[in-house]
């Protein structure tokens, strides 16, 4: 790890109190010091040289810290920037996370803080250590008793113990992490949410993943982390809907000896578990209103006050949440407060569920039996036969990636084989199945239409002669493209009409067509403009 004089930073700010204040500060720390007292002036700096880090207060007389921000995304600079902004200016600080600002900081400037942000930005901070991890927390039989525990307003009979320091690790720069090579898949979906994960990681603004359940949403999260500056240090995940609200605050904040019946000792909470790395709040939108104010205050002011106590402590946290739940028609409906929205969802990341990525159906399949065949010291790794991977192609997975993995488990526990077949899944019948019969079940109940409009099918041979298909996948193709051509002809050629009349949407449709061939005329097609 580089020594502090090898570290050198440019401080811009048009006040000269406050820009030799910031100097001298930071010259005790032992780092190379030049300083700057417009957007001009700055720019002329890094002309001639680069930095560790920028530190650049909001306004300027020639422009703003943004105008700063934007000039070296553009010219492809590599300087952590760190924005000074007046207090209560939530907007512009959200701004600045956007503009791709490694943190910000509020005026007045706490000098503590400005010391432990800057040092974190450069990835050398002696952070203070959590003296717990979760699993420390009180269980439900210890703090049964503290149902009904007060709010935090009583003093603290004991002071906190004392915290041992840790450096941050510099940002990893070799192998990927282990979270992002778990994000499998080549589709252009998962592309996008892989550089994404990558581009957020290198800041502190805060980042919202959203997606369906079982979709993958703290993995997204882990790999943040995993290619984050804080990489060495705790990744403490939460999941918001599992916990009392009555415990709430204690869990996220901690709490002292005799704050309420039950507490015997000192508890930290999850903020101080993962002071100086990443805490992960899962199902963030389960939260209730009154722990939301709590949480958008502890956001603000970068401090916790544990239950009992009469003074807070700063933590050093990022800040990564996640929901199934549309949070903005949550603001609507008055159950999420908005300004905690806004400071949540500086960057967000959808996580496509598994029906939208099915072309990554092989991959991921293969990666999830391989990790069960070496948890279970099985050798080779079992591997799906063409026409179990064809039949999982055409399940929904409303579990999205968490069901496919219970599948592929209960699979290899019940198969003797090397290969897993469509049997051995243990699906419904009617989705392997495939029927014409059923398929014209799923028409006329969708579209309540008379079956006798459809074309009518022949009767079906005796069961003793009726010839069995040499080729079962390609007959389940056939009869497949039967029903789309004969809906489509239904619906004018309408593939979202269609679609919808077969329970698909308009990519599902689009990729059943592409898959066997049917053509309607191309994308330009009347009855799908607009589509």
Known sequence: MSSPSHFSLLVVDDEPDLRTLYELTLLREGYDIE???????????????????????????????????????????????????????????????????????????????????????????????????????????????????????????????????????????????????????????????????????????????????????????????????????????????????QLLEAEFFGYRKGAFTGANEDREGFFQAANGGTLFLDEIGDLPLSMQSKLLRAIQERSVRPVGAVSEQSVNVRLLSATHKDLGAEVLAGRFRQDLYYRLNVIQIRVPPLRERIEDLAVISEQVLERIARDAHVQPAPRLTRDALVHLARYPFPGNVRELENLLHRAVALSSDEHIDVFDLGLPETVFTDSAAQELDLITENTRIDPSVLAPEPPPAPPAVAPLPDDLAAYLDEVEKDILLRALERHRFNRTAAGASLGLSLRQMRYRMARLGVSVGGDSFDGDRGN
């Open 35 to 245: 300083t700057a007292g417009s957007v001009e002036e700055a720019l002329l700096h890094l002309k001639d040289r680069t930095y560790s880090a920028v530190i650049t207060d909001m306004r300027l007389p020639d422009g703003t810290g943004l105008d700063l921000l934007r000039r070296l995304e553009e010219t492809g600079r590599r300087e952590k920037a760190i924005v000074i902004t007046a207090y209560g200016s939530a907007e512009n600080a959200v701004e600045a996370l956007k503009a791709g600002a490694y943190d910000y900081l509020t005026k007045p400037v706490d000098l503590k803080q400005f010391r432990a942000v800057v040092a974190s930005a450069l990835g050398r901070a002696p952070l203070t250590v959590p003296t717990m991890v979760p699993s420390s927390l009180p269980s439900e039989s210890e703090r049964a008793a503290g149902a009904s525990a007060p709010s935090a307003s009583g003093a603290s009979s004991a002071a906190p113990a004392p915290a041992r320091p840790r450096p941050v690790a510099p940002a990893p720069t070799g192998p990927v992490s282990a979270a992002l090579a778990r994000m499998a898949g080549t589709s252009p979906a998962m592309q996008e949410v892989r550089a994404l994960v990558e581009k957020v990681a290198r800041s502190m603004a805060p980042v919202l993943v959203n997606g369906e359940s079982g979709t993958g949403k703290e993995l997204v999260a882990r790999a943040i982390h995993e290619v984050s500056p804080r990489s060495n240090m705790p990744f403490i995940a939460v999941n918001c809907s599992a916990i009392p609200e």
